[in-house]
């Protein structure tokens, strides 16, 4: 199906599954541990051995020997293979450092050797047991805010319209601060894993974490020179992503290595200390904005200029993503610079981009809406903007942001919220109010799907998957929906490299582009039944096809129809800016002796077009929100300097939130509709709920102590001496 | 983790004649800490003698009106005890601050004292570190290390780990006394105060306790009385050790004691730092951090101390 014009209306708008709320269908499997995760694959793999990495030592360097004699002898061990013992593997879709093979070390943790073993402690014993040899690499400058003042001003803007310049040096208020976000973690609770089978050396199956079927699929492929065709891939539940598992990790390949050198199927899941510098991060940005504003509020300029690191060949957080769209403004100019670092491989994570840009630029916002002594929800809505502020003639395909503002305050009690440093106080805290506008694109992909009335079920193939997300849910409402049957006939079948390639989950573009794969299919279906039967355009309804005075029941027809098709996306959607807006509101307690800071109530108002299903939208918006609080208070990757690693790397010291830091949460949805953006004129709602939700922290946290803070995560450390004396 | 050999006595003197016998044997709690290590390779027990056998996981009352605890009675256990929420309420709140309920429902007194640092170098066999491998230098110490966790005072040059415990810096303030048998059979008491060592030049040695001695139980003296209170200070709500904790015991007149904990080696508390309580949060700390040696990332501590005592001062 090709998407080429904007939808009017269509069956969705009479819509009886789609849109109403739904537990997920997977979830009995869950909670009752019956889920196989790739690392449980007993129904599939039984035999499977225990794989076991060994991650360098150093920041970067070389290997000069490694003696793996004794890991080799010890009890229960079947294999040992070490990256010397193979040239460096090809790499795949975007991985920037090699996943193994050869003598360099690029960063801390880089798998250099794998041990396969009869149990678990056997294996992890063994590796250990083998002895390596470094010559370490020069010490690097990893000082990022050095690295950010040497090309600060250099190369050609990525946007750059109107006279800046004049627009600085002609407005009557004019904001200028530096802001600095760390490297995150993805942190998801089932570390990367992968059950192998390569026992021949042959065809290969692999029960993997993996957000994206095809990508991997085609990436081990080219990692390990070997036909596509015999390789099977299947990831049907994903203990968490956050973008960790777009691509192919070391998991898959040890365990593939392993499998092969043992002649049995080998598991291997990363240690969680090897997760933070083995895979990839977030990187840390500096960012300078410099915002420019005329006294009615209105923006003159914004010039947003920022930096971050990554391994030569790799991408590092583009923390502008957002700023040449998301507001108003007669002038602009964006600048990312993308410095090269020996450091552990930086990559996407939730919301890439917008979700460190806005932690800078909604700050930034916050100060000039008080130099201009406006209320900062007044000044957002005045610098709303319905076309690309960079190319006029592109207007948004739908955006509801001032509606979110309004909703939002309204909803919060912003017009009672604290006014002044110190104005409201609980005890020894003190309370403060915040906001921040949350946007995020709306990427679509395509993405296909197979259909099949067997029986008067019907079953979905496709190789969609669920990384905690609720795809087995939406698209089982989509189809359900499509074919005018219920939710309880349909079976879902993902997450396989056998069944039509999707979009796969990521960018918030699953769930958009996945459903609209999905509904192809069962229109090509309903076309087929319709021929088969020889019905002028039938109607679906209620387990039937009806066409004039012909009423058939689906499930009396007796043979298998199966139909096959895509969502492909026209060039119509380049006229048009699309994306999903927001607006966040928190109350955060200061304690004013302590500086400990503890958020105790938010509110997130999405636009985000058709929302599919509230249940499974909630959560994923929730989900945004807690990771925001993490973002706002605790998380950092540690980077020691010296040695070029992250030193915490574990889950007792990367502080994600927990549950006692997270308050009431509330989510409203507008009841938005984008007919540009997709058939079920849907988009995606996963990223947009992190996005602007750590500087709405920020703000309120000001607003508590009037005590600006630049520098995530806003830990006591970096204002103590600030706060109140005592 | 390394093989090793295992065995459960039954009672406390064939405990310690076992590990008087076999060489590198290490006792066993809840194994909430000594596990991991096992798992890293930080420890490599050869034979582990598992005490959880052995009794001992009772609170009795003494002779004086204080109160013995097994060292097997859990965390858990002990801070819900009525006597020790009645009367030593600076305990029930340490231990309730420190770790998860999971984590407490297996975490025991002996192996919560006892406990090992949570330096994130000590953790990552990678790295140096002069606790783990005497002799290899200080991980923590070198230029750009992380080191933000990590102690302020009673460092050395060779270490500057905390100790992490939450409940340690409770007893400490309640002058609790730890009773132990020797690997020769001999009972012995250790006043808690005593039980930690400062690194100094040899960070590998840890405490007082000889090898292969077992704590049979932690004595309090009679209640103290006064005000009490524990704050600890973290970066998220829970599940997070103390960027800096404070244990306070204030009496009417506003005397009293208070013990710190996340700055140094050792439950840190000086009784000359005690005396200046009625003068208040500065006065108390410019005695007890007299002598800080903190690191560019740690040094927030010293404020954050005393800006916490004085909270609590004003509420006591
Ligand atoms: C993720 C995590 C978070 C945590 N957070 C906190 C926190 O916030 N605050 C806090 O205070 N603690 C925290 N802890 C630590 C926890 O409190 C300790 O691990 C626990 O108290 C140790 O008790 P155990 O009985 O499990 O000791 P074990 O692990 O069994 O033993 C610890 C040590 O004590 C020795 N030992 C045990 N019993 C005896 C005995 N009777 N005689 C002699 N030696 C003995 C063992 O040989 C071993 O060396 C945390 C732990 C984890 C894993
Ligand atoms: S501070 Fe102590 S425990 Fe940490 S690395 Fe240095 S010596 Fe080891």
Not at chain 1, 560 to 574: N, R
Request: aromatic share 6%; hydrophobic share 40%; proline share 5%.
């Amino acid at each position: 199906m090709k998407f080429n014009s904007p939808v009017e209306t269509n069956l969705f708008d009479d819509a009886k599954i789609i849109g109403k709320p739904t537990q997920r269908v997977d979830g009995p499997l869950k909670v009752t541990g019956t889920a196989p995760y790739a690392y449980e694959r007993n129904d599939a793999a039984p035999d499977a051995l225990y794989g076991y990495p060994l991650g360098a030592a150093i920041g970067h360097g070389r290997i000069t020997a490694m003696d793996a004699e004794a890991a080799r002898n010890a009890p229960g061990v079947r294999a040992v293979v070490t990256t010397l013992d193979i040239d460096p593997l090809e790499k795949g879709m975007n991985n920037v450092a090699r996943l193994f093979g050869g003598n360099e070390v690029q960063h801390y943790h880089q798998a250099i050797a794998v041990v396969v073993a009869e149990t678990f402690e056997q294996a992890r014993a063994a590796a250990a047991r083998i002895d390596v040899t470094y010559e370490e690499g020069e010490a690097a400058d990893l000082d990022l805010d050095a690295a950010f003042r040497r090309v600060e001003g250099s190369g050609e803007p990525d946007t750059l319209f109107g006279d800046v310049d004049a627009a600085f040096r002609d407005a009557a208020v004019v904001t200028d601060q530096m802001y600095h976000t760390p490297g995150e973690s993805h942190t998801m609770m089932e570390p990367h894993a992968s059950t192998v089978d390569w026992s021949d050396g042959g065809d290969m199956t692999v029960w993997t974490s993996n957000q994206m079927i095809n990508w991997n699929h085609q990436s081990i492929a080219t990692t390990f020179g070997i036909e596509p065709e015999r390789i099977r891939v299947e990831s049907p539940y994903v203990g968490g992503g956050f973008g960790a598992k777009l691509w192919l990790r070391a998991d898959a390949v040890l365990a593939a290595l392993g499998s092969r050198a043992a002649g049995v199927p080998v598991k291997l899941a990363l240690p969680r200390p090897m997760v933070m510098n083995n895979t990839t991060h977030r990187s840390a940005t500096v960012q300078r904005i410099r915002l420019a504003a005329n006294p009615d509020g209105t923006l003159k300029g914004i010039w947003h200029e920022a930096a971050a690191y990554c391994l030569p060949g790799g991408r590092g957080e583009n923390a502008t993503a957002q700023t040449p769209i998301f507001y108003a403004g007669e002038t602009r100019r964006v600048k990312n610079h993308v410095l090269d670092m020996p450091l552990p491989e930086t990559a996407d994570m939730r919301a890439p981009g917008e979700a460190s840009g806005l932690m800078a630029l909604e700050i930034a916002m916050d100060e000039m809406a008080e130099a201009l002594e406006m209320d900062p929800v007044r000044f957002r809505i005045i610098n709303d903007t319905q076309v690309n502020p960079s190319d006029p003639d592109i207007p948004f395909s739908d955006r509801h942001f001032v509606e979110c503002l309004e909703r939002g305050a309204e909803a919060f009690g912003w017009a009672e919220r604290n006014t002044s440093a110190g104005g409201r106080r609980d005890g020894d805290w003190l309370i403060g109010h915040g906001v921040a506008g949350a946007y995020r694109g709306a990427l679509v992909l395509p993405s296909g799907a197979r259909a099949i009335l067997d029986g008067g079920k019907l079953i979905i193939e496709t190789d969609m998957t669920d990384i905690g997300t609720g795809s087995y849910t939406i698209i089982a409402q989509t189809a359900a929906e499509t074919m005018g049957m219920s939710l309880d006939d349909v079976e879902m079948r993902m997450a396989h490299s056998a069944y039509p390639v999707s979009s796969g989950s990521g960018g918030q573009f699953g769930a958009p582009s996945s459903t609209s794969g999905v509904y192809a299919a069962c229109m090509a279906l309903r076309e087929k039944i319709a021929g088969n039967l020889g019905l002028q355009d039938p109607t679906f309804a209620d387990g039937n096809v009806v066409s004039g005075e012909t009423r058939m029941s689906l499930s009396d027809i007796n043979e298998e129809v199966s139909a096959e098709d895509a969502i492909e996306w026209g060039d119509f959607q380049d006229g048009y800016a699309m994306g999903t807006f927001g607006a966040h509101f928190v109350e955060v307690g200061v304690h004013a002796y302590t500086g400990e800071t503890r958020v105790r109530r938010m509110l997130a108002v999405c636009d985000a077009g058709r929302i599919l299903n509230p249940v499974t939208a909630r959560s994923q918006v929730i989900g945004g929100m807690v990771m925001g609080v993490g973002a706002a208070l605790s998380e950092d990757m540690a980077l020691d300097r010296g040695r070029g690693f992250f030193a915490n790397h574990d889950m007792a010291s990367y502080e994600v939130a927990v549950h006692a830091d997270i308050p009431d949460q509330q989510v409203i949805f507008l009841d938005t509709l984008d007919g540009v953006a997709t058939p079920l004129k849907a988009k995606g709602v996963g990223e947009l709920g992190l996005c602007g939700a750590a500087p709405a922290v920020a703000n309120a946290m000001y607003n508590a102590t009037g005590i600006r803070v630049r520098d995530y995560p806003l830990t006591m450390d970096k204002f103590i001496d600030q706060l109140p004396s005592i | 983790m390394r093989a090793f050999s295992y065995e459960k006595p039954a009672n406390p003197s064939e405990a310690v004649a076992r590990a008087a016998e076999v060489e590198g044997a290490k006792f066993l709690a809840g194994g909430t800490n000594l596990l991991d290590l096992m798992k890293h390779e930080i420890e490599a027990p050869a034979h582990v003698i598992d005490v959880n056998g052995l009794g001992l996981d009772e609170v009795t009352e003494t002779e004086d009106g204080g109160l013995r605890i097994g060292t097997l009675v859990t965390n858990t256990a002990l801070s819900a005890h009525p006597r020790i929420r009645r009367d030593y309420p600076v305990l029930t709140r340490a231990i309730a601050a420190g770790a998860t309920g999971q984590l407490r429902n297996k975490a025991t007194t002996g192996g919560n004292l006892l406990q090992r640092t949570r330096c994130p170098y000590f953790f990552d066999t990678n790295m140096p570190c002069n606790k783990r491998s005497p002799g290899s230098g200080c991980g923590a110490l070198t230029e750009g290390a992380f080191s933000r966790q990590l102690g302020v005072i009673g460092t050395s040059s060779s270490c500057i780990a905390t100790h992490p415990s939450d409940m340690a810096v409770a007893m400490r303030v309640l002058d609790a006394i730890v009773e132990t048998v020797t690997p020769s059979g001999m009972t012995r008491e250790i006043a808690v105060e005593d039980l930690h060592l400062l690194p100094g030049d040899t960070p590998e040695r840890e405490t007082a306790l000889m090898p292969g001695e077992l704590i049979t139980h932690v004595r309090l003296p009679a209640p103290v009385g006064g005000t009490q209170a524990y704050h600890k200070v973290r970066d998220r709500a829970s599940y997070a050790f103390a960027l800096v904790s404070v244990a306070l015991v204030r009496q009417a007149d506003g005397t009293g004691r208070v013990a710190l904990g996340g700055v140094a080696p050792k439950p840190w508390r000086r009784a000359d730092a005690d005396a200046q309580l009625p003068n208040g949060a500065a006065a108390v700390m410019s005695v007890l951090l007299d002598g800080a040696t903190p690191t560019e990332e740690n040094a927030f501590k010293l404020t954050l101390a005393e800006r916490t005592l004085a909270a609590m001062l004003k509420e006591a």
